[in-house]
């Protein structure tokens, strides 16, 4: 095999590169942050989102990237609806929903970790696994913010949309128009001092 030249240059294009199994930190409870997300499938041929949630606790494993893989099956969507309740994202259970990703990067959150089986198996590498997710006391409140603005929800079937628009649309009431007859004008009000402006009292007998 011929050697490469000492100045030689290659080329390691490492600028979209995600680590999609993540790091190893002790087991327990840490303050993180939704860094990205993606979307992709699963082994089983699932649609899931891959997370890649940011530790901020002061420390050494500060800035380290824990990854979980939120699959949307029924057996595992406990896991997407827990994330998205401590996310203070609106959790309907009677519809399905959408958010852009826009709007859960830079949430704060808490996740319950552990150590997580080898992976490869036999391999001995070992990353944190999220076993559960909890709201961050510290973030700001849900309500503090309109993020139901770009839910996804179905169309009313009912119209009551069409009804509010049309009725909003116009709200000054019509005014009505008489049958072929003009209305009447109001007479002007008289001022005192002009009518005696218009009676001449030398023409009047005292």
């Given at each position: 095999?011929?050697?490469?030249?000492?100045?030689?240059?290659?080329?390691?294009?490492?600028?979209?590169?995600?680590?999609?199994?993540?790091?190893?930190?002790?087991?327990?409870?840490?303050?993180?942050?939704?860094?990205?997300?993606?979307?992709?499938?699963?082994?089983?041929?699932?649609?899931?989102?891959?997370?890649?949630?940011?530790?901020?606790?002061?420390?050494?494993?500060?800035?380290?990237?824990?990854?979980?893989?939120?699959?949307?099956?029924?057996?595992?969507?406990?896991?997407?609806?827990?994330?998205?309740?401590?996310?203070g994202l609106p959790t309907p259970t009677d519809r399905d929903v959408s958010f852009n990703y826009?709007?859960?990067?830079?949430?704060?959150?808490?996740?319950?970790?552990?150590?997580?089986?080898?992976?490869?198996?036999?391999?001995?590498?070992?990353?944190?696994?999220?076993?559960?997710?909890?709201?961050?006391?510290?973030?700001?409140?849900?309500?503090?913010?309109?993020?139901?603005?770009?839910?996804?929800?179905?169309?009313?079937?009912?119209?009551?949309?069409?009804?509010?628009?049309?009725?909003?649309?116009?709200?000054?009431?019509?005014?009505?128009?008489?049958?072929?007859?003009?209305?009447?004008?109001?007479?002007?009000?008289?001022?005192?001092?002009?009518?005696?402006?218009?009676?001449?009292?030398?023409?009047?007998?005292?």
């Amino acid at each position: 095999m011929a050697k490469g030249k000492t100045d030689e240059k290659f080329v390691f294009r490492l600028k979209n590169y995600r680590d999609k199994m993540g790091a190893r930190v002790d087991p327990g409870r840490y303050r993180v942050m939704v860094d990205d997300l993606m979307n992709d499938v699963s082994s089983a041929d699932n649609e899931m989102v891959v997370v890649w949630l940011k530790v901020l606790d002061k420390g050494e494993f500060e800035g380290f990237n824990i990854v979980d893989r939120l699959t949307q099956t029924e057996k595992t969507m406990f896991r997407s609806y827990n994330f998205l309740r401590a996310c203070g994202l609106p959790t309907p259970t009677d519809r399905d929903v959408s958010f852009n990703y826009g709007q859960l990067r830079g949430r704060t959150l808490i996740v319950e970790v552990d150590d997580g089986e080898p992976f490869p198996p036999g391999s001995g590498r070992i990353k944190s696994e999220v076993r559960d997710y909890l709201p961050d006391p510290k973030a700001k409140a849900a309500g503090d913010e309109d993020d139901l603005d770009d839910v996804e929800v179905p169309d009313d079937p009912s119209g009551l949309d069409e009804f509010v628009e049309e009725t909003t649309s116009n709200p000054e009431p019509k005014k009505k128009k008489g049958k072929g007859k003009k209305a009447k004008a109001e007479p002007e009000p008289v001022e005192e001092d002009d009518l005696l402006d218009e009676v001449d009292l030398d023409d009047v007998d005292l």
